[in-house]
């Protein structure tokens, strides 16, 4: 789409994993002839797979030149976007859902969204513009009323996304149906189609004869239809295919045809319209024949997203044989077989255990192709069922799947057949075979049970080093799916039982067990979100305090927002790609560049030697000389015409090393080694040794895993040098265009000049700054050609750290009534092989480790360890997300041993008057306590409390949680420089007012606000002002947008400069008071009055004496409160959220769409951190989570059932702008709500079956940690089944955790 300056169109991952890249794709059906409308990923779409198809990208929908369409209206009224990057390819999957589905169900909505990944808003605002086209939605659906709540006459409140903001949305018009392009009106080509590409030539038969021929004749040549399997394969693996068929114009693979023993399904049929063929039998056929149908939907339903399901065929999905296949597993129970075709004839051969294994002997000959699948009908006394578990419940692949099927003598529990298989525990789907032949003739009984769990943990044996690790958790599913297998079939046995008089009784399945059967369905969030309605008397044209919409939010919705690497190509552009180090700690020895530099395009090589200025310092080099610290550390660039032979270059450059030694990857083993990159942080008051003595104490230990930033726009930049005025234009996203500068002079020749410009930037979440400074550097230093670089989302997450793995060690002492005496909490963070921010973060660690707790003695210690993995940088939250989690834990813990609810101890020690921090700042927490209360009430949460004991109470496999946290979050920076900010306004002639100010456009809405501040202090109508993006240029010494006080200070500065030229334009107002603006303003440039001015906030004084431990660090604080509800699935480990709410305090918010999206999307942030975002490095330092597929952040489906946000009526700041308060970060650390609230019901499941209900904390709470932390009859079989011997040439384990 580049080519075509089609820019709206995004790509952030290139695996078909995150939806950013979506578009809609219209193709004529090879068999009914129809038109069908499908989203697709065009990451993974071949471009001559298009042929004949027509494209219709977010351009094509609607544009802000010529007509939004209502999708895009909605988005953007909605407040569903923020940095904007994820939002075409929303648009695109809502546009094609109605294109299909006018009306579409919420259930619908939910399923297409899916697969678009969003990192900044936390989806409810986008599902809620989704939902205003939906039958069943009407309004807020406030207090479960179905309306909207200003419906309702509350006038107390406001909420966000009414659908009379929108306009109607009509499916009529005729830019729903303006592309139908001339091929698909022909009749179809029934001539070969061959398109020849530089390596691969392409070719597509027009006849299934013509298929088999061509097959034939190039047996090696791989069938390609959704690419969802070879294209990854191709990208990652490198497989090259110099031929490619293409069958998508062969009609004969998607015939369907129904008999009366089964279905036989094309190959060619999409795994989406595989759905849709069972859904339709499924209606047709008695419940007893639809089995195995019912159950290949259930897993159609989680595969994947929409649009891999609309790519991916079923032949495909066969032929690929995935350990993971979420289909083969049942299609080989369910008895399915394969119909071959080749020039030879057909022949069937069964989707056995032989076949998945990739036998030679079941497999397919060379010339074969699959024309498609048999599905037997299941029959009366036949039972299949399939299981699955991903880290969450959509967009995840599998880590075991199962199908199973029983067969009983007719009128008895009798086994008469049995197969089970399982994925993800092995290098392809494993049949128990042996076991099942084993259990042939066994009566269905507890005894049966035991009996097959022993015997499936030892033939699916798995040993502790199998690749994709979590082995013990892998064998716990593996019998706790045949539990719930177990226990589904003995239902369903007593239904079929009852009618022979003479059969056996069955026990009855105790209701409390019932709870193992069901899985989590997915669920339509719903939600309220409350914030103060502004003042009545305030005029109407002051837009401080109102919801409005984001300014770059059409631009997001209509794909016409610039980001960096929409910047058309620049004439001599040349393309960049680096080369990382493969070892974690090594000496180069050497470097061999001759064959890359023989690659035709390749133009240069630039390393360490190259650069003209300095390479960084000496502990944190910019680029690596002699001695590499990291995998992943950059040595050095190529510069090539192409990115293709950029890459190309990189895979022929030749290193050796020496592998040096110690090689430390983890906390521990920094603190066995004592390497730390910096001192200490130490605060302390009180005497803790004299109150440990007079408590009981508990010591534990907390571990918090670290997070990838996963900003959806990967590092970008482009550099265009101005030689004759030696300056350097420099277009970057990023989050501190000064420090960026700031780098670059490191590097570039002396008296050069750069310009910075920060276009519309993809969330940074705070900065890898000293990476991107770096390569930034290199290209400032490089030919003199303009140069581009666009990081890979592999390369992006390979190179750059992210927020920092926490280990925290504490000892509290307490009373019996739950009064903490003392607390010690000692916390060590990995910082990486380089220092970067981590003696800040470690400092903000300590400064907030208290949170909203008084206790009279205190000591926290703090450091940050240099290991052998990327430097670790800031992140969202500064340290706090992690350090506070430990706090919590041990109040958790406190809560445990005196036998009380965790808010009890909560309240006991939490800041109730005026006070001092144990820093010695003074406060006053009223706020806090209203937060809190407030919390306490909007959730119900005492009634809740109860209820959760009481589903307790009746249910053995599914355990409920509940908790409350209160937040005491600081904003700001510790340091007085950070606390200025400039703005620069203009007016022009017309009237129309130009703001410049120092902070950066993130996707958290700064530029409206300033806009909003700039109309009040003018008094002009916001459609007056423009705003200039952020450059160095424009506005000097800028500010990192960071801690949270962006639009505090920079406000201030809009502020200033604004009332300067009020000032000077008081004069003529007076002289004409009923003047319009554009009156004055002509008669002020008459008058020669500067209509321009510079505006300065020398803001808040910080200062901290870490010798003392005392000072003023932060200007204000935030407050809050979140309580969250979940359910969690004792034998999965899965859980769901049922219900969130949060209180802020936000004072008099300055925008509450936009500081609402920023709570709720920092929450979603925060939750992903506690529970499913987990990096996993090999023995050998190599991050294996390193896409959309490996490493898990929140989905749509994984936002709370309920989720209510409010905004705590106004309280008064007087250091901000209008009394507001900044909260970009605090809303992280409220998703710790969920982590408290599963560690609730791990607690209840755990004191249910006699556990010790105190245990070791562990962030993230994934499935495995939550389905291993119920420990139970199963994971009690999996630690007396021993694993297989470890061979000596082996590692262990597979991954280790820093
Ligand atoms: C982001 C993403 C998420 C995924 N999530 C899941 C998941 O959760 N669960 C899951 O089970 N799978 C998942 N998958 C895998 C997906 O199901 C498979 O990649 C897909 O089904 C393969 O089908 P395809 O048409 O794209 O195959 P292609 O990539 O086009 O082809 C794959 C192979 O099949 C061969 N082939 C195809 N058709 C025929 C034929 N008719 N005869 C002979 N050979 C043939 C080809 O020669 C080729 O070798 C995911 C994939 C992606 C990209
Ligand atoms: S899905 Fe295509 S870029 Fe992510
Ligand atoms: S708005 Fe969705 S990723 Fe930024």
Redesign the pocket.
């Given at each position: 789409f580049l080519t075509m300056r089609l820019t709206g169109t995004k790509y952030a991952c290139g695996?078909?994993?995150c939806g950013a890249c979506t578009v809609m794709v219209s193709k004529r059906d090879p068999t009914s002839q129809e038109i069908r409308h499908f989203s697709v990923?065009t990451c993974?779409v071949p471009i001559c797979s298009l042929y004949g198809a027509a494209v219709t990208t977010v351009e094509g929908v609607g544009s802000m030149k010529t007509r939004l369409h209502p999708v895009q209206e909605r988005i953007a009224k909605s407040h569903g976007t923020q940095c904007g990057f994820c939002t075409p390819g929303m648009v695109m999957s809502m546009y094609t859902l109605l294109r299909n589905h006018p009306q579409p169900s919420e259930e619908q909505l939910l399923e297409a969204l899916g697969g678009n990944l969003c990192r900044c808003t936390g989806y409810r605002p986008i599902l809620a513009s989704g939902k205003t086209f939906c039958l069943e939605s009407n309004g807020c659906q406030q207090k479960g009323t179905g309306k909207c709540c200003l419906d309702l006459g509350e006038n107390d409140s406001s909420s966000l996304g009414r659908k009379s903001d929108v306009s109607p949305f009509a499916l009529s018009s005729p830019q729903e149906y303006h592309l139908t392009p001339t091929r698909m009106t022909e009749n179809p080509e029934k001539r070969t189609l061959t398109f020849h590409g530089e390596r691969v030539t392409w070719i597509s038969p027009g006849t299934f004869k013509d298929l088999l021929e061509l097959k034939a004749k190039h047996p090696e040549a791989?069938?390609?239809?959704?690419?969802?399997?070879?294209?990854?394969a191709m990208r990652s693996k490198g497989c090259l295919h110099p031929i490619l068929l293409s069958?998508a114009r062969i009609s004969e693979?998607n015939v369907v045809s129904k008999t009366n023993d089964g279905l036989t399904i094309g190959?060619?049929c999409s795994?989406a319209q595989v759905k849709d063929i069972l859904a339709e039998r499924v209606s047709e056929l008695p419940e007893e024949k639809t089995q195995t149908y019912r159950a290949l939907l259930k897993?159609l339903k989680?595969?994947?997203?929409q649009q891999?399901r609309n790519?991916?065929?079923?032949?495909?999905?066969i032929?690929?044989r995935?350990s993971?296949?979420?289909?083969n597993p049942i299609l080989a129970v369910g008895n399915a077989t394969l119909n071959l075709t080749s020039e030879e004839g057909t022949r069937r051969i069964p989707l056995s255990e032989h076949f998945l294994a990739g036998l030679a002997s079941a497999d397919?000959k060379p010339e074969?192709?699959?024309?498609s699948v048999y599905i037997p009908h299941s029959q009366k006394w036949e039972f299949v069922s399939a299981f699955r578990q991903?880290q969450c419940q959509q967009?995840?692949?599998?880590d075991v799947n199962a199908g199973m099927r029983v067969l009983f003598k007719e009128g008895t529990d009798i086994i008469e057949d049995l197969s089970i298989t399982y994925?993800g525990v092995g290098a392809a789907t494993v049949s128990a075979h042996k076991s099942c032949q084993q259990l042939l003739g066994r009566q269905w009984d507890e005894l049966m049970l035991d009996e097959a769990c022993r015997r499936l943990l030892d033939e699916v044996s798995l040993p502790g080093w199998a690749p994709g690790g979590r082995v013990e958790f892998k064998r716990t599913l593996v019998v706790s799916f045949f539990f719930k297998f177990y226990l589904q079939v003995l239902q369903e046995l007593k239904k079929l039982i009852k009618p022979f008089p003479n059969s056996r009784r069955y026990p009855e399945i105790s209701d409390r067990f019932l709870s193992a059967l069901e899985d989590f369905p997915g669920t339509v969030p719903q939600g309220v979100q409350r914030y103060q309605s502004v003042d009545s008397h305030q005029p109407l044209q002051d837009p401080v305090g109102r919801p409005v919409m984001h300014l770059s939010g059409l631009k997001h919705a209509t794909g016409e927002a610039e980001f960096c690497d929409d910047i058309p190509m620049v004439d001599k552009e040349l393309c960049m790609a680096l080369v990382t180090s493969t070892r974690a700690y090594a000496k180069i020895i050497s470097i061999d560049l001759s064959e890359a530099l023989e690659i035709p395009g390749v133009v240069d090589v630039i390393t360490a030697k190259d650069i003209p200025g300095t390479n960084g310092t000496e502990d944190d080099k910019l680029l690596a000389v002699d001695e590499v610290l990291c995998v992943g550390q950059i040595i050095f660039a190529v510069v090539a015409e192409t990115d293709v032979q950029a890459k190309r270059a990189i895979e022929k450059i030749k290193i050796t090393y020496e592998e040096l030694e110690p090689i430390i990857f983890t906390i521990k083993d920094a603190i066995k080694h004592n390497s730390f990159l910096c001192p200490e942080k130490k605060l302390e008051q009180g005497n803790i040794e004299e109150a440990f003595e007079k408590v009981d104490q508990i010591v534990e230990e907390v571990h918090v895993g670290g997070q990838e930033h996963f900003y959806m726009e990967t590092q970008r930049v482009l550099v265009i040098p101005k030689t004759e005025d030696k300056e350097l234009d420099i277009y970057v996203s990023t989050q501190d265009p000064a420090h960026v500068q700031v780098s670059v002079l490191h590097f570039k020749h002396p008296h050069q000049q750069d310009h910075l410009s920060c276009k519309a930037s993809g969330w940074r979440f705070w900065r890898e700054d000293r990476k991107t400074g770096c390569l930034r550097g290199y290209c400032s230093c490089g030919t003199g050609h303009p140069i581009r670089l666009v990081l890979d989302r592999e390369d992006d997450m390979l190179i750059t750290g992210g927020r920092h793995p926490l280990f925290g060690k504490y000892k509290v002492g307490f009373m019996n009534n739950g009064r903490i005496k003392a607390l010690d909490i000692e916390c060590f963070i990995n910082g990486g092989c380089t220092l970067d921010d981590s003696e800040l973060v470690t400092e903000f660690l300590i400064l907030k480790l208290e949170n909203a707790y008084k206790i009279r003695n205190l000591r926290f210690r703090g450091r940050a360890c240099l290991t052998n993995l990327p430097s670790n940088t800031a992140f969202r939250g500064f340290g706090f997300p992690q350090g506070t989690l430990v706090t919590e834990s041990c109040i958790t813990a406190v809560a445990a041993k005196c036998g009380l609810p965790p808010e009890k101890i909560r309240e006991k020690n939490m800041y109730r008057t005026v006070d001092k921090t144990i820093y010695k700042q003074a406060f006053n927490p009223e706020s806090l306590i209203r937060c809190w209360n407030e919390c306490l009430d909007a959730s119900s949460f005492h009634n809740r409390r109860k209820q959760v004991e009481e589903f307790n109470k009746k249910n053995y496999w599914k355990k409920r949680g509940i908790a409350v946290i209160p937040m005491k979050f600081s904003v700001g920076f510790a340091a007085t420089s950070y606390h200025q900010a400039a703005a620069l306004v203009h007016i022009y002639t017309d009237g129309s007012v130009l703001v410049t100010h120092g902070g950066n456009e993130l996707g958290q809405g700064i530029h409206t606000k300033m806009l909003q501040v700039a109309s009040r202090e003018l008094k002009i109508p916001m459609s007056h002002l423009h705003i200039c993006e952020t450059s160095t240029a424009m506005v000097p010494n800028t500010i990192a947008t960071a801690a949270s006080v962006g639009a505090d200070i920079n406000g201030k500065a809009v502020q200033n400069a604004c009332q300067i030229l009020l000032k000077r334009l008081e004069p003529i107002i007076k002289k004409n008071p009923e003047g319009t603006w554009e009156e004055w303003i002509e008669a002020a440039f008459e008058q020669r009055i500067s209509l321009s001015a510079t505006g300065y906030f020398r803001g808040y004084k910080a200062f901290m004496d870490w010798e003392k431990g005392e000072g003023d660090p932060f200007p204000y604080y935030v407050y809050g409160a979140a309580c969250s509800e979940v359910e969690i699935d004792c034998l999965t480990g899965a859980h769901k959220k049922i219900r969130t709410d949060i209180v802020m305090d936000a004072c008099c918010s300055l925008n509450p769409a936009i500081d609402i999206g920023q709570i709720e999307g920092a929450f979603i942030q925060g939750m992903g951190l506690y529970t499913t975002e987990e990096l996993k490095y090999s023995p050998e330092g190599v991050l294996y989570s390193r896409g959309?597929?490996e490493y898990k952040i929140p989905t749509i489906s994984d936002v709370p059932e309920e989720f209510n946000v409010s905004l705590l009526p106004s309280s008064q700041t007087p250091l901000t702008i209008y009394s507001s308060k900044g909260l970009g970060e605090s809303g992280m650390f409220l998703g710790s709500s969920v982590f408290f609230a599963i560690t609730d019901a791990v607690a209840a499941a755990r004191k249910e079956r006699d556990i010790a209900e105190d245990f070791t904390v562990k962030s993230p709470a994934t499935p495995e940690w939550v389905r291993m932390a119920c420990a139970d009859r199963f994971t009690e079989m999996v630690y007396i089944c021993p694993l297989p011997l470890e061979p000596p040439s082996h590692p262990t384990p597979w991954a280790i955790f820093k």
């Open positions: 695996r078909g994993g990923t993974l791989p069938l390609i239809l959704g690419n969802t399997s070879l294209g990854p069958p693979l190959a060619g795994l897993h989680s595969l994947a997203s891999i790519m991916a065929s079923l032949g495909g999905h032929i690929s995935h993971y296949s979420d289909l397919l074969e192709i699959l024309e991903a967009n995840a692949l599998p994925g959309p597929d």
